[in-house]
């Protein structure tokens, strides 16, 4: 089993930034990558970022390109979510989810184990 926790979200006025962090713990060994996904009022959750553990190749949404940084630090393992020039739009539940798979990251199913979720709201 593999345990995630996020933190960082919060109320921020649109133009700011915050820093999302998803804490791994338990059999990390046996994920591939970590994704972050999200869910809007009234909307299904959708894809945002991901990042392999090896080599650390980036996935985005084309939404986030060049707002939203996604990074990985293996030796705690945590990975973050850098999210500048923030927009109202961008207000949702933030999960954090881990993968045992080889292929495929930017699907729900492609996903063994998620987190809480951390609330983001921007304000216009």
């Known amino acids: 089993q593999v345990q995630l926790v996020e933190s960082g979200g919060g109320l921020v006025q649109a133009g700011g930034s915050l820093r999302l962090a998803c804490a791994a713990a338990?059999?990390?060994?046996?994920?591939?990558?970590m994704g972050w996904f999200r869910r809007a009022p009234g909307k299904e959750r959708e894809f945002v970022a991901a990042?392999?553990?090896?080599?650390?190749?980036?996935y985005y949404t084309d939404s986030v390109k060049g707002r939203f940084t996604i990074s990985r630090d293996n030796a705690k393992p945590t990975v973050y979510l850098q999210m500048n020039s923030l927009k109202p739009e961008d207000t949702a539940v933030y999960y954090c989810?881990?993968?045992?798979?080889?292929?495929?990251?930017?699907?729900?199913?492609?996903?063994?184990?998620w987190g809480q979720g951390t609330q983001v709201t921007v304000s216009s």
């Open positions: 989810a881990a993968t045992n798979r080889l292929s495929g990251l930017e699907s729900l199913t492609d996903y063994d184990y």
């Open positions: 990042i392999r553990w090896s080599g650390g190749s980036t």
């Open positions: 338990g059999r990390t060994f046996s994920t591939y990558a």
